[in-house]
């Protein structure tokens, strides 16, 4: 069998053993995209204290990873459909784990050992944005219409196991040592590299433009935004500084959009007098035989965009998006932050803190397949408010028995929170892909994965200055308590502040001073400054995700149907089929049958 007869084969046993084949070695290729948003977090103090960085150079170390996966993930998928699926796992998986070694060779030394770190932590997330959307390409287009829903109802649902698991695979491997975190990625990709060798993924490239100028606005944008909010724990809230980043990075996101949706509006004001043709269509030939390209086209990405921006016109598309912009702050940051609270202010080890965060992932196993039934039977709706009430009341519960310093009190509501957010996830995502009328899966799914992870870089960058500040106030306070001068304790509170995320015991001074005695005797203390700057972030999490449950209000509530359109009933249920399958369904260019959640 060629690779091209191997598109939409498989009703044979020889073809089903050759797609769960290639399907395996997809989710172990992506397996490594997914665990390390989340894996980096649990060993934060101990490469904190190891490498001497700071709070908020370990705090870039983890969203240059998220940061890049998000304003790259769009290109990656658009490289994959032009140069090739096959060739982009490839690519996507040798850059991570060439990044991964490097990460892992990271000498100890501050401020060169901070700047490497965060450097190849970045080209993770490059490696990342090629490999992941270019294996689910692989996916879809391995698989025939009538068994494509259940592969990647699969896809997925590994894909939010691995996420939530990562820091309890963390807690382990640190046990170890930290770097281990990273060396794991290795024989992973060695395993999926040899599996993609034997399924014999199909490569199938196409002749078409890649959106450049719009990727270079996209990364610019999302990059000066990120930069100011997280930079602001430095600067300060009120620095010029912090706030020309963030307004040029939201001009430049604005210009993105702008761009994007120029070559695919009707703007009769574009186009030379007594043109007729839509968007997207090339004018009539000219004397050359060559089609002319109109000023709409010169002027945008025409046919190509790399995001199909048109689909927030749809308007429960607009609000399924919006839910998951403000319930994503809530989701992947919640494990940098549980991890060092833990560590931190309740003095465990990496393991307990991974056993803390278990809470979270079984609250969020248990309602991520009752999310799936509940959006069967009732709609996307119902679900979305319910899912993100459970999570604002989980977040908000929990944040109140932060300072209590006891894990057997807090338990409860860390798996109230992790159910929060399980219950919400599969109904919005699920429904943004329903609602995409004229998108395929692989586009729908650009937009979603970038609006979700961009999302939470800005909900690291943010929280992680909000603990910051918080911090460096109560410690200030509690030093000008003790009789240091204001300015002084603002001085040596933001110094421990920064330096907090590692283990407490690691910050005893040794000097002789008064602010070394005073500061010795005051770590106690620090600890649960630690612990009440915390609650602060993780009532910011509620309020991000009541925010969205104010979103699921605007609902329209009724799903698209193809088979029953009107009826709020099965809106695509993960592992379904939506519609009957089609010759159009099994062709390579055609949109998957749309069940599960992007």
Same mark, same amino acid.
């Given at each position: 069998?060629?690779?091209?007869?191997?598109?939409?084969?498989?009703?044979?046993?020889?073809?089903?053993?050759? +797609?769960?084949?290639?399907?395996?070695?997809?989710?172990?290729?992506?397996?490594?995209?997914?665990?390390?948003?989340?894996?980096?977090?649990?060993?934060?103090?101990?490469?904190?204290?190891?490498?001497?960085?700071?709070?908020?150079?370990?705090?870039?170390?983890?969203?240059?990873?998220?940061?890049?996966?998000?304003?790259?993930?769009?290109?990656?998928?658009?490289?994959?459909?032009?140069?090739?699926?096959?060739?982009?796992?490839?690519?996507?998986?040798?850059?991570?784990?060439?990044?991964?070694?490097?990460?892992?060779?990271?000498?100890?030394?501050?401020?060169?050992?901070?700047?490497?770190?965060?450097?190849?932590?970045?080209?993770?997330?490059?490696?990342?944005?090629?490999?992941?959307?270019?294996?689910?390409?692989?996916?879809?287009?391995?698989?025939?219409?009538?068994?494509?829903?259940?592969?990647?109802?699969?896809?997925?649902?590994?894909?939010?196991?691995?996420?939530?698991?990562?820091?309890?695979?963390?807690?382990?491997?640190?046990?170890?040592?930290?770097?281990?975190?990273?060396?794991?990625?290795?024989?992973?990709?060695?395993?999926?590299?040899?599996?993609?060798?034997?399924?014999?993924?199909?490569?199938?490239?196409?002749?078409?433009?890649?959106?450049?100028?719009?990727?270079?606005?996209?990364?610019?944008?999302?990059?000066?935004?990120?930069?100011?909010?997280?930079?602001?724990?430095?600067?300060?809230?009120?620095?010029?500084?912090?706030?020309?980043?963030?307004?040029?990075?939201?001009?430049?996101?604005?210009?993105?959009?702008?761009?994007?949706?120029?070559?695919?509006?009707?703007?009769?004001?574009?186009?030379?007098?007594?043109?007729?043709?839509?968007?997207?269509?090339?004018?009539?030939?000219?004397?050359?035989?060559?089609?002319?390209?109109?000023?709409?086209?010169?002027?945008?990405?025409?046919?190509?965009?790399?995001?199909?921006?048109?689909?927030?016109?749809?308007?429960?598309?607009?609000?399924?998006?919006?839910?998951?912009?403000?319930?994503?702050?809530?989701?992947?940051?919640?494990?940098?932050?549980?991890?060092?609270?833990?560590?931190?202010?309740?003095?465990?080890?990496?393991?307990?803190?991974?056993?803390?965060?278990?809470?979270?992932?079984?609250?969020?196993?248990?309602?991520?397949?009752?999310?799936?039934?509940?959006?069967?039977?009732?709609?996307?709706?119902?679900?979305?408010?319910?899912?993100?009430?459970?999570?604002?009341?989980?977040?908000?519960?929990?944040?109140?028995?932060?300072?209590?310093?006891?894990?057997?009190?807090?338990?409860?509501?860390?798996?109230?929170?992790?159910?929060?957010?399980?219950?919400?996830?599969?109904?919005?995502?699920?429904?943004?892909?329903?609602?995409?009328?004229?998108?395929?899966?692989?586009?729908?799914?650009?937009?979603?994965?970038?609006?979700?992870?961009?999302?939470?870089?800005?909900?690291?960058?943010?929280?992680?200055?909000?603990?910051?500040?918080?911090?460096?106030?109560?410690?200030?306070?509690?030093?000008?308590?003790?009789?240091?001068?204001?300015?002084?304790?603002?001085?040596?509170?933001?110094?421990?502040?920064?330096?907090?995320?590692?283990?407490?015991?690691?910050?005893?001074?040794?000097?002789?001073?008064?602010?070394?005695?005073?500061?010795?005797?005051?770590?106690?203390?620090?600890?649960?400054?630690?612990?009440?700057?915390?609650?602060?972030?993780?009532?910011?999490?509620?309020?991000?995700?009541?925010?969205?449950?104010?979103?699921?209000?605007?609902?329209?509530?009724?799903?698209?149907?193809?088979?029953?359109?009107?009826?709020?009933?099965?809106?695509?249920?993960?592992?379904?089929?939506?519609?009957?399958?089609?010759? +159009?369904?099994?062709?390579?260019?055609?949109?998957?049958?749309?069940?599960?959640?992007?």
């Amino acid at each position: 069998m060629d690779d091209k007869s191997r598109i939409g084969a498989g009703g044979d046993g020889a073809g089903r053993r050759a +797609d769960a084949l290639t399907l395996t070695a997809m989710v172990v290729a992506a397996s490594m995209t997914f665990i390390d948003q989340t894996i980096v977090a649990i060993a934060a103090p101990t490469i904190v204290h190891e490498l001497g960085l700071t709070a908020s150079g370990m705090q870039w170390a983890v969203n240059a990873y998220l940061l890049t996966l998000a304003a790259f993930f769009a290109l990656g998928g658009r490289l994959a459909h032009v140069f090739g699926h096959r060739l982009m796992v490839i690519a996507g998986t040798l850059v991570f784990v060439v990044s991964s070694i490097l990460c892992a060779v990271v000498p100890a030394g501050g401020d060169v050992a901070q700047g490497w770190l965060i450097a190849f932590r970045a080209t993770q997330g490059v490696g990342a944005a090629l490999l992941f959307p270019a294996a689910l390409a692989v996916v879809t287009e391995t698989f025939p219409a009538e068994r494509r829903g259940r592969a990647l109802a699969l896809f997925f649902g590994w894909s939010a196991v691995l996420t939530v698991l990562g820091p309890l695979l963390g807690g382990w491997l640190t046990a170890w040592t930290w770097r281990a975190i990273f060396w794991i990625n290795v024989p992973v990709a060695a395993v999926a590299l040899v599996l993609m060798a034997k399924a014999r993924v199909p490569h199938v490239a196409r002749r078409e433009p890649v959106d450049v100028p719009g990727a270079v606005l996209v990364a610019v944008g999302m990059a000066l935004t990120v930069l100011g909010f997280q930079q602001a724990a430095n600067w300060g809230w009120s620095a010029a500084l912090t706030w020309l980043c963030v307004g040029l990075g939201l001009l430049v996101l604005a210009l993105f959009c702008r761009y994007e949706l120029y070559g695919l509006s009707d703007l009769g004001k574009l186009r030379a007098p007594g043109e007729r043709h839509g968007p997207g269509e090339a004018e009539p030939p000219g004397a050359s035989g060559r089609p002319r390209l109109s000023k709409l086209s010169e002027r945008g990405p025409g046919d190509h965009p790399l995001v199909p921006l048109r689909l927030f016109k749809d308007r429960a598309f607009a609000v399924d998006a919006a839910v998951l912009f403000f319930a994503m702050p809530a989701f992947v940051p919640v494990f940098f932050f549980g991890s060092v609270y833990a560590q931190v202010s309740l003095a465990s080890s990496p393991q307990q803190a991974g056993l803390y965060l278990l809470y979270f992932f079984v609250g969020f196993v248990i309602t991520y397949q009752w999310g799936s039934r509940f959006l069967d039977v009732r709609g996307a709706k119902p679900a979305i408010l319910l899912g993100t009430a459970l999570g604002t009341l989980g977040f908000a519960l929990w944040a109140s028995k932060l300072t209590d310093h006891s894990m057997h009190d807090q338990w409860p509501y860390v798996a109230l929170a992790g159910a929060g957010i399980g219950f919400l996830l599969v109904p919005a995502s699920t429904d943004a892909a329903n609602r995409a009328a004229g998108a395929s899966y692989e586009e729908v799914t650009a937009l979603t994965q970038t609006v979700r992870t961009f999302s939470a870089a800005l909900g690291l960058a943010v929280f992680g200055t909000i603990l910051t500040h918080v911090t460096t106030d109560r410690m200030a306070s509690t030093l000008g308590s003790a009789g240091v001068p204001s300015l002084l304790a603002h001085s040596v509170g933001h110094d421990i502040a920064e330096r907090f995320t590692g283990n407490g015991g690691h910050l005893v001074p040794t000097g002789t001073g008064p602010v070394d005695r005073i500061t010795r005797d005051a770590i106690g203390v620090f600890r649960l400054d630690f612990a009440e700057a915390n609650r602060a972030v993780f009532y910011g999490m509620a309020i991000s995700l009541a925010v969205a449950f104010v979103c699921a209000l605007f609902h329209p509530g009724h799903s698209r149907h193809p088979d029953r359109p009107g009826r709020p009933g099965r809106p695509g249920r993960p592992g379904r089929l939506r519609k009957k399958p089609t010759a +159009d369904d099994t062709g390579t260019d055609s949109a998957p049958g749309r069940n599960t959640a992007p």
